[in-house]
């Protein structure tokens, strides 16, 4: 069953096998969120005693690494069992790579916007996804649709 152990599990496996030398930030939380049409994930950060609400740029930077937790949120279709895995991984290569790059993470921010310039697939092509980014392409183009019409 595809639940947030399940999605934990992944984010970890993607984890070791292609960004293993990334070991400092902050403490990371993946989970199933409501289903939507258009987006299949985002990453958010959070301060632990006020789970509920975003935290302010200013306010982040008063705050240390352990009072803060990632969140990446996976759009819940992709749930569904007939969704292969490797979309899944995609998605959560896709908003590691964001707390890589210090957006919605105590990592430190190479760039000014998270997607400036092709960044985000330069670097998951640049650790050996890109046949993850190639088939997720081609399989959202012809199944996705479907997928959000049932
Ligand atoms: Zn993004």
Known sequence: MRDNTW???RLHSIWQG???EITDGNEIEVRFGRSSKTRLGSIT???KVKMSRRVEQRRLK????EEVVSIITINGHLQNPEIP????DGVLAHEFAHFVHGFNSMRERHHRFPHYGGIINNELKQRGLNNILKFQKK????????????
Do not use: H, P
């Open 62 to 65: 008063t705050l240390s690494a």
């Open 7 to 9: 999605l934990a599990n």
């Open 85 to 88: 895995e490797e979309i899944v």
């Open 18 to 20: 292609y960004f293993a």
């Open 139 to 150: 399989w959202l183009k012809d199944n996705w649709k479907n997928i959000v019409q049932n």
């Open 45 to 47: 950060i959070r301060e």
